[in-house]
């Protein structure tokens, strides 16, 4: 993704982490349902502290405590 910012020291536009919750590629932005999400770990807030709602889809886990309910996400928040 070109437009990724990178938070292991690469350049923006390196390329995607691979799941390790270094860059913003996987972005989501949760409408609803937020509290079926597992809680964000500290550099997941720190990376999205401008955006709130946004969560990193490869550091999230649906049904988080064995909840259950619906959620809405928008894929690939920043073409909105």
Do not use: F, H
């Not at 910012?5 to 982490?17: A, F, H, I, V």
């Not at 691979?18 to 996987?26: A, E, F, K, Q």
């Not at 889809?57 to 619906?70: D, I, Q, T």
């Amino acid at each position: 993704d070109p437009l990724a910012q990178r938070y292991d020291g690469k350049p923006t536009g390196s390329g995607n982490c691979g799941s390790g919750g270094l860059c913003r590629t996987c972005a989501i932005s949760v409408r609803n349902g937020g509290d079926l999400l597992s809680p964000p770990k500290e550099n997941e807030k720190k990376m999205l502290e401008a955006t709130p709602r946004w969560r990193l889809a490869c550091k999230s886990w649906v049904g988080y405590g064995m909840k259950e309910g619906e959620i809405t996400i928008d894929v690939n928040p920043r073409q909105w």
